[in-house]
């Protein structure tokens, strides 16, 4: 997870429809920015959920309820951690004009737990931080999270009293990654428990950077929302030996130009771990990765932000970077680079160090080498991935996104599946050594590249990253937001939040 200061929002009214015995969808409208952040979930077999996006790319939230009578929030939806955790009424961030002015405001609504009649205390023993230095201190409570028509009773969440975070968030992802001394049932494994979903599996469709709405289906499958065919990855293990991340094996990366001219940025020998973090905005690659992309594509770095002429997008319309997963037999994804140029808007950017006056931010930043650094594949890669998460299984299966696919076809996914349905294949068994847990939002990296024409001209020359299997010690209290379950196939429309990235882009 990483947050961005200056956070604005546009908001989502959930409206929900009955389309068939145990399948709900729910649908979403607009509504004014000047309204407060909304988005919901409704979890029964299965569980649909549209999402808001804007043109920046920011994070997406879940509309949900706390307490009893039931108290209306946003929590940002994460696939890389799996704790949830609501901000307090109190939290020191939300009612200090110091603190917003330095870190941002409180967004998403707060919970006031002295006027819930279901809470009840844990303990005061929870903490959790990024590695953007962001985090949160508070309590563990127990308390009903409601989500769209569905009420999970007794969940245990973190209530934060001081923060620099400036949203709750949901995690949906191993219980493994929780910031708890003591693992406690996540949100997943509860709503798995208590009869809302049959397994813990969910498929996530973000669409493109334009649109207006994706969708996260739990317990189900929706074939409508991808092209091609699913294949099936093997989740990595961490250090330690645990399934604590959805980590995957990167196996290769490349640029194919518009005339269809491919440069190869790996080696054969390039194995990476990385991880599928909703929670991300931008993504994060090795350094030298980075380095050679950013050369391919005229991409110049200063203060540790990429910049790319924006005119790019329309000189290259075709132009895909092309990430290839699981060695041989493995999924390949393509990303057209305009999904990875983010505009600044009316913000005004001055550089004397660019050489071009029409800049916007590139989506893959350098991930560091620090201890805690780690590779995340963060929005500017889901948005072009259909992805299925399987925590029963331990698997992940990838395919190209289906991009403004407004029809649905959700298949409920069975408690006794033994595999994601619908895959096609399934990757070689190559594996990498994972971090323990990552922290989100890791590095920003050096490096800048070379070219300054808003042109791509892939020449097929291979330019070698090295292949790191270092793996980093696990940080305490560390959370990534995963992703829902939904039982069986009660499909659920959960409006969502898509925050704008705020704060200053201005180069010295």
């Known amino acids: 997870m990483h947050f961005t200061s200056g956070l604005a929002a546009t908001v989502l009214a959930l409206s929900s429809e009955a389309l068939a015995q145990n399948v709900l969808r729910a649908g979403i409208t607009r509504i004014p920015a000047s309204k407060q952040p909304n988005s919901g979930l409704q979890p029964r077999s299965s569980l649909s959920i549209p999402l808001l996006n804007n043109v920046t790319g920011g994070s997406y939230l879940v509309n949900v309820s706390l307490g009893t009578p039931p108290q209306p929030i946003s929590l940002v939806l994460d696939t890389g951690s799996s704790d949830v955790f609501a901000m307090s009424v109190t939290a020191d ?6 603190l917003q002015r330095e870190y941002g405001p409180c967004t998403g609504g707060q919970f006031n737990s002295s006027a819930s009649s279901t809470y009840s205390l844990v303990n005061q023993d929870f903490q959790i931080s990024y590695a953007d230095s962001s985090g949160a201190m508070g309590d563990y409570f127990k308390d009903t999270i409601t989500i769209g028509q569905s009420s999970i009773k007794q969940q245990q969440m973190g209530l934060a009293l001081s923060t620099t975070v ?8 191993y219980a493994a990654n929780e910031a708890a001394m003591t693992e406690y049932p996540s949100i997943i494994q509860q709503m798995v428990s208590q009869g809302i ?5 969910y498929s996530l469709y973000l669409d493109d950077l334009q649109a207006s709405t994706g969708s996260i289906i739990f317990g189900g499958i929706d074939p409508q929302k991808y092209t091609g065919k699913l294949i099936a990855l093997p989740v990595q293990t961490d250090s330690d030996g645990n399934f604590s991340s959805f980590s995957v094996v990167l196996s290769g990366v490349s640029v194919t130009a518009d005339n269809g001219t491919v440069a190869t940025l790996t080696n054969s020998t390039f194995y990476e771990p990385v991880i599928l973090d909703s929670g991300t905005t931008l993504s994060y690659l090795p350094d030298e990765l980075c380095d050679s992309l950013y050369a391919q594509l005229g991409v110049h770095v200063v203060q ?6 924006c005119g790019i997008a329309d000189a290259d319309p075709k132009t895909t970077i092309d990430y290839a997963f699981g060695g041989e037999g493995g999924p390949t994804i393509k990303v057209l680079l305009n999904e990875l140029i983010v505009s600044l808007g009316d913000a ?9 006056s029409n800049a916007c931010v590139f989506g893959i930043l350098s991930a560091g080498s620090g201890a805690d650094a ?4 963060g929005d500017t890669f889901l948005r072009s991935a259909y992805v299925v998460y399987d925590l029963k299984n331990n698997e992940v ?9 407004t029809d649905s076809h959700v298949s409920e996914v069975a408690a006794d599946a033994t595999g994601i349905p619908n895959v096609a294949g399934v990757a070689s068994s190559a594996t990498v050594t994972a971090s323990a847990t990552a922290k989100p939002g890791v590095g920003s990296g050096g490096g800048g590249g070379a070219g300054s024409s808003a042109h791509v001209s892939a020449t097929g020359s291979s330019t070698a990253a090295t292949a790191a299997t270092t793996s980093t010690s696990k940080a305490a209290a560390v959370s990534t937001i995963p992703a829902f379950d939904a039982r069986g196939l009660a499909v659920l429309g959960l409006s ?6 705020g704060g200053s882009w201005v180069l010295a």
Do not use: H, K, W
């Open 348 to 356: 005004e950017v001055s550089s004397s160090s660019l050489p071009f």
């Open 93 to 98: 961030q939300c009612t200090s004009a110091r």
């Open 166 to 173: 400036g949203s709750g968030i949901m995690g949906v992802g």
């Open 374 to 377: 780690s590779n995340l594949l």
């Open 496 to 501: 969502c939040l898509f925050a704008l990235l």
């Open 304 to 309: 540790q932000t990429p910049y790319i002429d």
């Open 197 to 201: 979903i049959n397994t813990p599996l």
């Open 397 to 405: 299966a990838l395919a190209q996104t289906n991009f403004n696919q």
